[in-house]
């Protein structure tokens, strides 16, 4: 009889194995493991898309925070208006995945100090008035003036808007006049008399400043189409940035968007959602959302608070039906645990 070995071991008459021996497993017991963990998984899943969209929305709105309140810092400590702007994404103009600090220029009065404006008002259509202004006394650098900047002359009164871009001895300006302002310079029958040379200063819109931008995460975007404040709601918009400047007291001193300033005189909401819903469907908004989050400036004192969507008590359907009622807690400046 051959003696055993390691490689040929005995085994038993009947043919079972040898005791000691483990058995391998089969196929179907195989298959019926996988099929197990696949149904937990199913199960959990959704779960986890539900905490991972709630942690991203989270760290989204708590950068969008700081962000802002570090912008607010620095218009406190150098004195000078400091702000954020907020960048449209170039293939969806309604939402924004980056943030950049800015800062505003001091006023230019011109490249010397008897630089100086005389104005005429060249027409008057639908409540809005064209006012040239030819320059003198050195006139103004091009470079540094650029259409939407804003114009004071003589140290008072309104504010016109440059309506093109400047040359250095003229500027085109408009001004809304429908809630009466009355314009002391001759129209365009006087052309041959324009107004008396005028000191004249440029407030020049923000510019970036050497601070690291913010890019939210992957997914999380500020929806444009439902910030805003209680009467005016930011919108695509034409593609231009959405600026908020804070004043060096503290406060919300201005907005611009669209080409067009802003009173900070209410509440701005800005909405934190997911990407994939902008553009709003129906009934699927981002305001409706409950793992979305509003992010809120107090005109007031600056102050920026981080609040859930909610509803207000009478709503009895847990889903916002409303801007407003989406607003409910951030309005009641009710902010959000551990932010």
Same mark, same amino acid.
């Given at each position: 009889?051959?003696?055993?070995?390691?490689?040929?071991?005995?085994?038993?008459?009947?043919?079972?194995?040898?005791? *000691?021996?483990?058995?391998?497993?089969?196929?179907?017991?195989?298959?019926?493991?996988?099929?197990?963990?696949?149904?937990?998984?199913?199960?959990?899943?959704?779960?986890?898309?539900?905490?991972? =969209?709630? $942690?991203?929305?989270?760290?989204?709105?708590?950068?969008?925070?700081?962000?802002?309140?570090?912008?607010?810092?620095?218009?406190?400590?150098? *004195?000078?208006?400091?702000?954020?702007?907020?960048?449209?994404?170039?293939?969806?103009?309604?939402?924004?995945?980056?943030?950049?600090?800015?800062?505003?220029?001091?006023?230019?009065?011109?490249?010397?100090?008897?630089?100086?404006? !005389?104005?005429?008002?060249?027409?008057?259509?639908?409540?809005?008035?064209?006012?040239?202004?030819?320059?003198?006394?050195?006139?103004? @650098?091009?470079?540094?003036?650029?259409?939407?900047?804003?114009?004071? &002359?003589?140290?008072? *009164?309104?504010?016109?808007?440059?309506?093109? !871009?400047?040359?250095?001895?003229?500027?085109?300006?408009?001004?809304?006049?429908?809630?009466?302002?009355?314009?002391?310079?001759?129209?365009?029958?006087?052309?041959?008399?324009?107004?008396?040379?005028?000191? &004249?200063?440029?407030?020049? !819109?923000?510019?970036?400043?050497?601070? =690291?931008?913010?890019?939210?995460?992957?997914?999380?975007?500020?929806?444009?189409?439902?910030?805003?404040?209680?009467?005016?709601?930011?919108?695509?918009? @034409?593609?231009?940035?959405?600026?908020?400047? &804070?004043?060096? @007291?503290?406060?919300?001193? $201005?907005?611009?968007?669209?080409?067009?300033?802003?009173?900070?005189?209410?509440?701005?909401?800005?909405?934190?959602?997911?990407?994939?819903?902008?553009?709003?469907?129906?009934?699927?908004?981002? &305001? $409706?959302?409950?793992?979305?989050?509003?992010?809120?400036?107090?005109?007031?004192?600056?102050?920026?608070?981080?609040?859930?969507? *909610?509803?207000?008590?009478?709503?009895?359907?847990?889903?916002?039906? =409303?801007?407003?009622?989406?607003?409910?807690?951030?309005?009641?400046?009710?902010?959000?645990?551990?932010?």
């Amino acid at each position: 009889m051959r003696p055993s070995s390691p490689n040929h071991p005995i085994r038993p008459a009947n043919g079972a194995a040898a005791p *000691g021996l483990s058995r391998g497993v089969t196929l179907i017991e195989m298959l019926v493991v996988v099929a197990i963990l696949m149904l937990l998984l199913g199960v959990a899943l959704p779960s986890m898309q539900g905490t991972m =969209d709630d $942690r991203r929305s989270r760290e989204a709105a708590r950068a969008v925070n700081v962000y802002c309140g570090s912008a607010r810092g620095v218009a406190m400590g150098t *004195g000078r208006p400091c702000g954020v702007m907020i960048r449209r994404m170039d293939n969806e103009r309604g939402c924004s995945m980056v943030l950049e600090q800015v800062e505003v220029p001091p006023p230019y009065a011109g490249e010397s100090i008897d630089a100086r404006a !005389q104005l005429t008002c060249v027409n008057i259509e639908g409540g809005v008035a064209t006012v040239q202004a030819g320059l003198s006394g050195g006139g103004i @650098n091009p470079d540094l003036v650029h259409k939407g900047d804003r114009v004071r &002359f003589n140290h008072q *009164g309104p504010l016109y808007t440059i309506a093109g !871009q400047p040359s250095a001895n003229a500027m085109t300006l408009v001004i809304d006049i429908r809630d009466g302002q009355m314009l002391p310079w001759p129209t365009v029958a006087d052309v041959d008399a324009p107004s008396e040379p005028v000191p &004249f200063e440029i407030h020049r !819109q923000p510019t970036k400043s050497f601070a =690291d931008p913010l890019e939210l995460p992957t997914g999380a975007v500020i929806d444009l189409e439902a910030s805003g404040t209680d009467d005016h709601v930011i919108g695509p918009g @034409n593609g231009e940035p959405v600026y908020i400047l &804070f004043s060096p @007291n503290g406060s919300v001193d $201005r907005v611009y968007h669209d080409g067009h300033l802003h009173p900070a005189t209410e509440t701005i909401f800005l909405l934190i959602g997911k990407r994939e819903k902008v553009p709003a469907v129906a009934g699927e908004e981002n &305001f $409706r959302d409950m793992t979305s989050l509003w992010v809120a400036l107090n005109p007031r004192t600056g102050l920026v608070t981080t609040s859930n969507v *909610g509803t207000k008590p009478t709503n009895t359907t847990g889903i916002p039906g =409303d801007l407003a009622d989406s607003r409910y807690y951030a309005i009641n400046a009710e902010s959000a645990g551990g932010r």
